[in-house]
């Protein structure tokens, strides 16, 4: 194993976010700042911290255990430090980005009052799952922000009765940058993306 298991915690450099084990790529504000964020790749390493330096990439979280024969990884005389350095391209061939989450997990949610937005962006295989714990049917409206610039639009509205889960796998190849749902009635509810 080159780098320990990962933990939950995010870091910032210009041009890159890593949280929770995913790398972002962090448009500058002149090229849609935050709102254009894309995920770059999911991984399953602690990445203690990471920086650029003289035009590579540098990682920190190497273990000690790491194979020596690694031409990426540079150690102390001593052994007690090791560092990863590559390009910034490396990133792109940690892993796919997958993740799972959403806007709402058990929340009490307020008839016509949409959700915080979720990121889509950037991943290829998406599903969503839509159930509540009221006593009547509630209609959930899954809208999307195609631009990244706050146009939402409605992708579709389902119907969830009382007790089900209601799940959809978006169209092969569908992309919009954020999403977000509303309900028509006040509840508890829980609204789930798994990208794969």
Not at 126 to 144: C, D, W, Y
Request: net charge negative.
């Amino acid at each position: 194993m080159l780098f320990t298991p990962q933990h939950d915690f995010f870091s910032l450099i210009a041009g890159a976010l890593n949280a929770y084990g995913t790398f972002y790529e962090l448009p500058a504000e002149n090229a849609g700042g935050f709102t254009k964020i894309r995920p770059i790749s999911s991984h399953h390493l602690q990445v203690h911290d990471f920086c650029s330096y003289r035009g590579l990439l540098i990682l920190t979280g190497v273990t000690k255990e790491g194979p020596n024969a690694n031409a990426h990884v540079i150690r102390s005389t001593d052994g007690k430090a090791a560092l990863w350095a590559g390009a910034i391209d490396d990133l792109w061939s940690l892993g796919k980005p997958v993740g799972y989450g959403g806007p709402w997990a058990g929340t009490s949610v307020q008839e016509g009052q949409p959700s915080d937005p979720y990121l889509m962006m950037g991943y290829d295989k998406k599903s969503i799952s839509l159930s509540h714990q009221g006593k009547e049917a509630v209609r959930f409206t899954v809208q999307v922000d195609i631009t990244g610039m706050g146009d939402w639009v409605t992708y579709k509205t389902f119907n969830v009765k009382p007790g089900q889960t209601v799940e959809e796998r978006f169209p092969a190849g569908y992309q919009a940058y954020w999403l977000r749902t509303v309900v028509d009635a006040a509840c508890e509810a829980t609204a789930q993306l798994k990208y794969e």
